[in-house]
């Protein structure tokens, strides 16, 4: 009777302790997953318990790992949505080709006008001084302002058609610059809404690729003159404003940047500008500008330049208004 008693009692104790290994199996995973986000059905069997997984400074380096890369996976995935906004928002300028044909300015199409023809006389001389042998004797000959002496001579026309007609070169890409920054016009010529510019730049408001804009005509790209300054010529005449003139006339080796200026009297801008430019295009009004104001404005230049001159709203062939010469020469 005590025997049989007695094997109750141990057969009762080993049940006992069976469920309580059982107990402790079965909660084990649930901890191991808490601990270290581990699946428990990885355990390595060589690892005697669940407990000893739990507690293992390796996996728990591993967990770790895991997190810090979920972490840099997130702050990655956010660069790159804040990347895509700025691009985003940085919309190409649309300009209506439609609308500069019906203003008689070169279009980037096919079809013959009289004003291409014109245009085409006039950038020649241009490209030749900026890529060709006399490029050497010049600083920054592909920098090319294009000015007058007075208001109203048509000089912002004149940037923008010569900007589009060198455009349609096979070889050359252009920037159109509007630095007339005390009264700005080319966005209103081509109906177009300003948009951050030089001036924001050299205020330090933007940065470089800030303010250029890539525009529908190919191989066109636009710079407003951005905010109104009341030191504008100072601004100009900075050593930002000379280290960034340097960099459009090196870095890219094929391109002409058209700088469309404030007139030459009465506006100290235009001065500074020279002199950083190789070239320069001087709109005269025909019987408008007179002689001697046509020479005081080219004295104010810099004389190592060089210039041609335009006449504009001439009824002469356009043979007889298209003149280029050194502003230095005698």
Same mark, same amino acid.
């Given at each position: 009777?005590?025997?049989?008693? *007695?094997? $109750?009692?141990?057969?009762?104790?080993?049940?006992?302790?069976?469920?309580?290994?059982?107990?402790?199996?079965?909660?084990?995973?649930?901890?191991?997953?808490?601990?270290?986000?581990?699946?428990?059905?990885?355990?390595?069997?060589?690892?005697? /318990?669940?407990?000893?997984? $739990?507690?293992?400074?390796?996996? =728990?380096?591993?967990?770790?790992?895991?997190?810090?890369?979920?972490?840099?996976?997130?702050? &990655?995935?956010?660069?790159?949505?804040?990347?895509?906004?700025?691009?985003?928002?940085?919309?190409?300028?649309?300009? !209506?080709?439609?609308?500069?044909?019906? @203003? #008689? @300015?070169?279009?980037?199409? *096919?079809?013959?006008?009289?004003?291409?023809?014109?245009?085409?006389?006039?950038?020649?001389?241009?490209?030749?001084?900026?890529? #060709?042998?006399?490029?050497?004797?010049?600083?920054?000959?592909?920098?090319? @302002? +294009?000015?007058?002496?007075?208001?109203? *001579?048509?000089? %912002?026309? &004149?940037?923008?058609?010569?900007?589009?007609?060198?455009?349609?070169?096979?070889?050359?890409?252009?920037?159109?610059?509007?630095? !007339?920054?005390?009264?700005?016009? +080319?966005?209103?010529?081509?109906?177009?809404?300003?948009?951050?510019?030089?001036? =924001?730049?050299?205020? #330090?408001?933007?940065?470089?690729?800030?303010?250029?804009?890539?525009? =529908?005509?190919?191989?066109?790209?636009?710079?407003?003159?951005?905010?109104?300054?009341?030191?504008?010529? *100072?601004?100009?005449? /900075? $050593?930002? @404003?000379?280290?960034?003139?340097?960099?459009?006339? %090196?870095?890219?080796?094929?391109?002409?940047?058209?700088? !469309?200026?404030?007139?030459?009297?009465? $506006?100290?801008? &235009?001065?500074?500008?020279?002199?950083?430019?190789?070239?320069? +295009?001087?709109?005269?009004?025909?019987?408008?500008? &007179?002689?001697?104001?046509?020479?005081?404005?080219?004295?104010?230049?810099?004389?190592?330049?060089? +210039?041609?001159?335009?006449?504009?709203?001439?009824?002469?062939?356009?043979?007889?208004?298209?003149?280029?010469?050194?502003?230095?020469?005698?």
């Amino acid at each position: 009777m005590k025997n049989t008693i *007695e094997r $109750a009692l141990e057969k009762q104790r080993q049940l006992d302790a069976q469920s309580e290994r059982d107990q402790l199996f079965n909660s084990a995973p649930e901890q191991t997953t808490a601990l270290n986000g581990v699946n428990p059905n990885s355990v390595n069997p060589e690892m005697s /318990s669940p407990i000893e997984l $739990a507690h293992s400074p390796h996996l =728990n380096t591993t967990a770790s790992a895991l997190s810090h890369n979920k972490v840099r996976q997130s702050e &990655t995935n956010t660069e790159k949505s804040q990347i895509k906004q700025i691009q985003d928002s940085k919309s190409v300028f649309n300009i !209506d080709i439609k609308r500069l044909d019906e @203003m #008689g @300015m070169v279009t980037p199409t *096919e079809a013959f006008s009289s004003i291409k023809e014109e245009y085409r006389y006039i950038k020649r001389p241009l490209l030749n001084n900026a890529f #060709g042998d006399l490029s050497s004797s010049l600083k920054h000959p592909n920098l090319i @302002m +294009v000015s007058s002496s007075f208001p109203g *001579e048509g000089k %912002t026309f &004149t940037a923008i058609n010569l900007a589009i007609s060198i455009a349609m070169e096979q070889d050359r890409k252009v920037m159109l610059i509007d630095a !007339d920054v005390i009264n700005p016009n +080319v966005c209103n010529r081509l109906g177009l809404s300003e948009r951050t510019g030089l001036l =924001n730049y050299l205020k #330090g408001e933007a940065s470089v690729q800030d303010i250029i804009s890539d525009t =529908n005509i190919p191989n066109l790209k636009l710079i407003t003159a951005g905010n109104r300054s009341h030191q504008s010529n *100072e601004l100009l005449a /900075s $050593a930002k @404003m000379a280290n960034l003139m340097s960099e459009l006339s %090196t870095r890219y080796k094929d391109r002409i940047c058209i700088f !469309d200026t404030s007139p030459i009297l009465g $506006a100290s801008e &235009t001065n500074v500008l020279s002199q950083m430019t190789g070239q320069g +295009v001087i709109v005269v009004e025909e019987e408008r500008t &007179t002689h001697g104001q046509l020479e005081r404005s080219l004295s104010l230049l810099n004389p190592e330049m060089a +210039v041609g001159l335009v006449l504009n709203k001439s009824k002469k062939s356009r043979k007889e208004y298209y003149g280029y010469y050194y502003a230095n020469s005698k």
